[in-house]
């Protein structure tokens, strides 16, 4: 009788550490949001999101973030394409090609996952001396290629636990029709995990686009639109960053809406994803 | 002397842990059905995918000795993979439809194989869908994910997709075992009838359904080929008496 009251007692503190754990979670993003809608929507209006900076924009005068909005869906838009289109290549090559549990793709996992935990200014950094070493400098291309580098471990990671979920059966089914590993690959492997794939590309690109160190000196800013791979590029992170930094609170206020329109633009994509994944699990077999 | 479309010679396979397949040699007859049986764990499934090479697959396997498909040896290293395994086609316990449509499902095969003209490939499509049964129940809905379909209309369209690449020889895994009595019995009318064209290798735990279907029967008992012959020869008069225990339901 005693140990079922204590065991009852046991279940109720637990669930409740739980419910406390989840309220501060959501709480906190909550409060980020509030904070961010409620400084930055009332400096939020047309000429902001449809302008490039004018003269003086910086001291409160005229003008609008459209650079950064664009140079951000640029950045990260080219960066996730980038990754994926590497990350594809290597997550298949991990499943399908590598021996289960050797040694190299025992090592290839374990540097993605350091990989994983470097603060994003030591990709900026390298990506800087890379730069540097071509000649070259801050760009579009360069930040494009350190926020790729970013976004790897992500895109890699993910879509191997992605991959870890299809079925043998459905390998067995397609290489018993005499299917080559890569057809295998290509045609039911990429099919069936479709969906997660899609959800991993829209958290590389989260990681991707909200990242500024990474950006700093890679791809440099300007109040120009985005026009060319080899020129530099605004962005989002950065335009929040430089306004902040000013003593004036009008300027204060729009680096607060430029976090707005981020997290709009994030938010948009999200709901993209979750209708493209609707789609595209019509097919997945279970 | 029947005419035997596969040789096992004697085939030994090991997993990492230990031996599944000791020392087995038997002949596989031609347009027949040949059953498998044997309590679980005897090694039937491990002798029936052996013989499309889809062993390949599993981590840490072993095999040594021969099986002959028409003569040549199937773990040849100079043998395309591919090759042996489009022309021993597998239906394997659980159906597992492609993530594509039901046309596509069928077509995967000859499209892998280089099948690309589409009035061949629809005339292809609808013939084995036929072959299978299917035909008349997804005829409006060829466009339809495969995995909305019932399982046993899914197991069928899986036999529709192995017999899609022309395959000689079926290889079944217990093709039956996880479906509903009405689409297992289809399964088994289907395959007495592709008997005409195909040599059918069945595993199954079901002894009545080996009675019911086969001609050919191969008794396993712990990795080793312990009695093969004639259906008829094995159920009424089995020469061994683990042949014989086992049939009277002695073990499982």
């Known amino acids: 009788m005693s140990t079922s009251v204590g065991k009852h007692l046991e279940e109720r503190i ?64 080219g960066a996730t394409v980038l990754s994926f289109l590497l990350g594809l290549g290597v997550a298949l090559y991990l499943q399908l090609f590598v021996r289960q549990g050797s040694r190299f793709a025992h090592l290839v996992r374990l540097s993605l996952d350091v990989l994983w935990g470097v603060p994003s200014i030591v990709y900026g950094a ?143 994509i999200s709901l993209l994803t979750r209708l493209l994944v609707r789609r595209l699990s019509r097919y997945v077999v279970r | 002397m029947i005419d035997s479309v596969i040789q096992v010679r004697g085939l030994n396979v ?90 596509d499902n069928v077509a995967y095969g000859p499209r892998v194989h280089g099948l690309r003209e589409r009035k061949a490939l629809e005339a292809l499509v609808e013939k084995e869908l036929r072959a299978a049964g299917l035909w008349e129940e997804v005829k409006e809905r060829l466009r339809a994910p495969a995995s909305a379909l019932s399982i046993g209309q899914q197991q069928r369209l899986c036999l529709a997709r192995g017999l899609a690449v022309e395959p000689e020889v079926l290889l079944c895994d217990e093709a039956t075992s996880a479906l509903d009595p009405i689409s297992a019995r289809c399964i088994e009318d289907r395959l007495l009838a592709l008997k005409m064209e195909y040599s059918i290798v069945l595993v199954t735990h079901v002894l009545r359904q080996a009675r019911r279907l086969a001609d050919y029967v191969i008794f396993m008992y712990m990795g080793e080929l312990v009695e093969h012959g004639p259906a008829g020869q094995v159920f009424a008069d089995p020469r061994e008496e683990r042949t014989r225990a086992y049939l009277a339901g002695e073990f499982y």
Not at chain 1, 52 to 59: A, E, I, K, N, S
């Open chain 1, 126 to 268: 390298f990506g800087f001396t890379l730069l540097l070493m071509l000649k070259m400098r801050a760009s579009l291309l360069g930040g494009i290629i350190a926020l790729a580098l970013l976004e790897l471990p992500v895109m890699v990671r993910g879509m191997e636990e992605v991959m870890e979920m299809v079925p043998f059966g459905l390998k067995e089914a397609s290489y018993a029709l005499g299917a080559t590993r890569l057809e295998t690959a290509l045609r039911v492997f990429v099919r069936q995990a479709a969906p997660g794939i899609v959800t991993v590309m829209l958290l590389a690109f989260g990681r991707g686009i909200g990242d500024a160190a990474s950006v700093l000196f890679t791809a440099g800013y300007t109040d120009r639109m985005p026009n060319s791979l080899l020129r530099p590029v605004a962005s989002l992170p950065l335009a929040v960053f430089f306004q902040l930094g000013t003593p004036l609170p009008e300027v204060q206020q729009r680096a607060y809406a430029a976090a707005l329109v981020l997290v709009v633009i994030v938010l948009g």
């Open chain 2, 14 to 103: 090991t997993y990492g842990d230990g031996s599944a397949v000791r020392d087995v040699s038997v002949d596989i007859p031609a347009r027949q059905i040949t059953a498998i049986i044997g309590p679980s764990g005897c090694g039937k499934t491990t002798l029936l995918r052996s013989m499309s090479r889809l062993l390949d697959l599993v981590e840490g396997v072993r095999v040594e000795g021969q099986v002959l498909f028409h003569g040549q040896n199937i773990y040849d290293p100079r043998v395309d993979v591919t090759e042996i395994r489009k022309r021993l086609g597998l239906l394997a316990q659980q159906p597992f439809p492609l993530p594509m449509s039901i046309y």
């Open chain 1, 14 to 77: 637990m669930l409740g550490l739980m419910i406390v754990s989840t309220v501060l979670v959501v709480g906190s993003l909550l409060l980020i949001l509030a904070t961010v809608v409620v400084k930055g929507a009332p400096a939020l209006n047309l000429a902001m999101l449809t302008q490039v900076p004018r003269g003086g924009y910086y001291l409160g005068k005229e003008g609008g973030i459209l650079n950064a909005i664009a140079g951000s869906l640029a950045l990260a838009g």
